[in-house]
């Protein structure tokens, strides 16, 4: 009985380091602008100001070293289209001001050009996640770089991370 009892808590440990190690570990990005599944306001679009909204970060794991902040549109008709990327923002940081980006290093988007790039969705209501990764190490890469530069440089490090999904639809 006590061997079984045994081998179960070293798969149970084992299943939650192997958890942790792939970036299972739990994150919250909200912010006030919006909700989870809920209408970003197109002020935070490009029928609006195209400024981005503000973000609240919770829940960073003690051990990170840097922060890496994704924006996408997994529904774009060309498939996956990214908004902003920013890496090695500071993790002691827990929120980004409406209109601003964290200080850190910023990459190209898929508009070609660094910086925030709101929701423009050619037709239809498009989903726009809203990534933060905690990871062990900064990253080595220039200004500039693009998406998959980045997911390549952070395969291995992430170990957290969380989600803000927003909706958004052109009024015509």
Excluded at 52 to 77: C, F, M, R, T, Y
Excluded at 148 to 168: F, S, T
Aim: aromatic share 8%; glycine share 12%.
């Amino acid at each position: 009985m006590q061997k079984a009892i045994n081998a179960c808590t070293l798969a149970i440990a084992l299943v939650a380091l192997a958890s942790f190690a792939a970036g299972g570990a739990r994150m919250k990005i909200t912010s006030s602008a919006f909700q989870e599944g809920g209408n970003i306001p197109s002020k935070f679009t490009c029928d609006g100001g195209d400024s981005s909204p503000p973000l609240q970060i919770a829940e960073i794991p003690s051990g990170a070293k840097s922060l890496v902040l994704v924006v996408d549109d997994p529904d774009a008709p060309s498939g996956l289209f990214t908004h902003w990327i920013v890496w090695n923002i500071s993790p002691q940081t827990n929120a980004i001001a409406e209109g601003s980006a964290p200080k850190g290093v910023q990459g190209t988007s898929d508009f070609g050009k660094s910086g925030y790039g709101g929701p423009c969705p050619p037709s239809g209501t498009h989903r726009y996640y809203f990534k933060i990764f905690a990871l062990d190490r900064e990253l080595n890469l220039p200004s500039g770089t693009k998406r998959d530069q980045l997911d390549a440089a952070m395969k291995g490090h992430v170990v957290a991370q969380g989600e803000l999904m927003g909706r958004y639809a052109r009024k015509k």
